[in-house]
């Protein structure tokens, strides 16, 4: 079967650092994308890996490896704003989006 | 630029009624693709439509239909609405297959009662 797989919550303190983790089971593979959902809004797309390796923009890194079906998001310098939900998705050569359940992250003073 | 619209925001229906959301894409995006979230829960591939062929269909049953028109808006259809068709409903555009980067719009939120 298809699967995506990553924690469902992370709390952390403003100015740490998060990362969260995606283990994927799918077919037809062709990128692993994140998303950023605050609540009551739209996903907004952060970052895509179409290779093995990081990929960094601003304060949000991510990485993939293909051989390790994984990937994880990395938010730096966190801020009050990064309380969201966070989704890794996988895509296939036709552009279907496959997401995970979410990780709510929680920022605290 | 306009990012993706879509119409109406919220709607509140029976069930065994039917129901059409509509979604405009991004100016020059000729890709769209519909998602249903339920609450707690990541979004669901239900189609995807591009150059106004369907490209692909996720695990949804017959009553959902979409089209997309020579504009590239698209509308989704669902018919014999059931409890569990309450959700988000969620249009994403892109220019190409969207393998990397698709647009969200705000969403159709749908209460089935």
């Known amino acids: 079967g298809q699967s995506l797989e990553q924690p469902s919550e992370v709390t952390a303190v403003e100015g740490a650092i998060v990362q969260i983790n995606c283990t994927y089971q799918?077919?037809?593979?062709?990128?692993l994308s994140w998303y950023q959902q605050h609540d009551g809004g739209a996903p907004t797309f952060l970052s895509y890996n179409g290779l093995d390796g990081l990929e960094e923009t601003g304060r949000f890194s991510s990485f993939l490896s293909r051989s390790d079906s994984y990937g994880y998001l990395l938010l730096q310098e966190l801020q009050m704003k990064d309380s969201a939900s966070y989704f890794c998705?996988?895509?296939?050569?036709?552009?279907?989006?496959?997401f995970g359940a979410g990780t709510q992250v929680v920022v605290t003073p | 630029d306009a990012g993706v619209t879509q119409s109406p925001t919220h709607l509140i229906k029976t069930r065994g009624q039917q129901v059409t959301l509509r979604c405009s894409p991004i100016s020059g995006h000729k890709s769209v693709s519909w998602y249903q979230q339920v609450l707690g829960q990541g979004p669901q591939f239900i189609f995807q439509y591009y150059e106004k062929e369907e490209r692909g269909r996720g695990n949804f049953p017959d009553r959902f239909s979409a089209r997309q028109f020579p504009n590239y808006s698209s509308e989704l259809n669902v018919n014999a609405l059931l409890l569990g068709d309450s959700a988000l409903y969620l249009c994403a555009s892109s220019d190409n297959s969207g393998r990397e980067t698709q647009y969200f719009g705000p969403g159709t939120r749908l209460l089935v009662l």
């Open positions: 799918t077919s037809g593979f062709y990128g």
């Open positions: 998705a996988v895509a296939d050569s036709w552009g279907k989006l496959q």
